[in-house]
Structure formats: structure tokens, C-alpha cells
């Protein structure tokens, strides 16, 4: 009887140290809470997504001071702290996870590098757009997808 190796779970370096990617992820995972949508490559993406999901199962335990303390401790601005705790994690109260979505974007331009949008699902940000798309189409401007994400991001 022969064994087979599982295959071994994906996990993103991103050519840095430990130390880098720990500042790297912290800065995402507040710039994530603050926005709700950020654009950024599809493997920072997909390490992000654990890191944020961590952050928001430790916010639905409200009771848990442990889970208080690493909040506090991963993110970094105050703003954030508190926007997860009042606002983020009560919206998932009911969902044990899958509290990301990641969208594809295609290619950036310069190095070829496949770039994607990571969100907090149930956000406002798509009812702004489309509000903003009918609005226009009301109003009879030209709709272009590209010239909608730049709105979004300026």
C-alpha cells in the first residue's frame, strides 16, 4: 500500500521576510476596514482575505478579552478599532465566514502583474455605483467602466 502526499496549502511570501509582510498585511487589513474595497494584486488579495477574516471573527467575540487585545494589537488606527467592532462585525453577526469577496481585474498595465479588488461583502460601495451609473444614464453622459473605477479610487 503506497501513501500519496496531499498537495500542500497555497501560501503567499511575496518575496518578503516575515516582519514585512506582518507591516504589509496590518497596513491592508486597517486600509480595508477604513474603506471597505481596496485595489491591490490578486496575491496580496488572497493573504489579505485571511488576515481580514481573522480580524472579524475576533470582533464578533465580543465578550472575549483576548480577542480584544489582538485586535488592538494588529490594527493600527483608532478609527478602524472602532469601525469593525460597531459597524463591520455586527453586519456578519449571522455568518460563520466568508466575509470577502475578491474580484478580478485583469492585468496592470506596466509589469503584467493580475490585479483584483478585495471587499467586505454587503458594503454600500455597489449601491453608490450604480446610483451613479443611473444617474448619469438619466442625465445622458457616456458610461465607462474605466472612468468609474477612477471615481471610486480618487
Request: glycine fraction near 4%; charged fraction near 35%.
Amino acid at each position: 500500500m503506497t501513501f500519496t502526499s496531499l498537495p500542500a496549502k497555497k501560501s503567499y511570501h511575496l518575496r518578503r521576510s516575515f516582519r514585512q509582510r506582518n507591516h504589509l498585511m496590518r497596513t491592508m487589513v486597517t486600509q480595508l476596514i477604513e474603506h471597505e474595497r481596496i485595489k491591490t494584486t490578486l496575491p496580496k488579495a488572497e493573504l489579505l482575505r485571511k488576515y481580514a477574516e481573522k480580524m472579524i471573527a475576533y470582533a464578533k467575540r465580543e465578550d472575549s478579552e483576548a480577542a480584544k487585545n489582538k485586535i488592538k494589537a494588529f490594527i493600527n488606527t483608532e478609527f478602524a478599532k472602532k469601525k469593525l467592532v460597531m459597524e463591520i462585525a455586527p453586519r456578519f453577526k449571522d455568518k460563520p465566514s466568508n466575509f470577502t469577496r475578491i474580484v478580478h481585474l485583469g492585468k496592470r498595465r506596466g509589469d503584467n502583474a493580475p490585479m483584483a479588488y478585495i471587499e467586505y461583502i454587503g458594503n454600500e460601495i455597489d449601491k453608490y455605483e450604480q446610483a451613479m451609473k443611473r444617474q448619469d444614464i438619466e442625465n445622458g453622459v457616456v458610461v465607462d467602466k474605466k472612468e468609474y473605477g477612477k471615481k471610486l479610487l480618487a
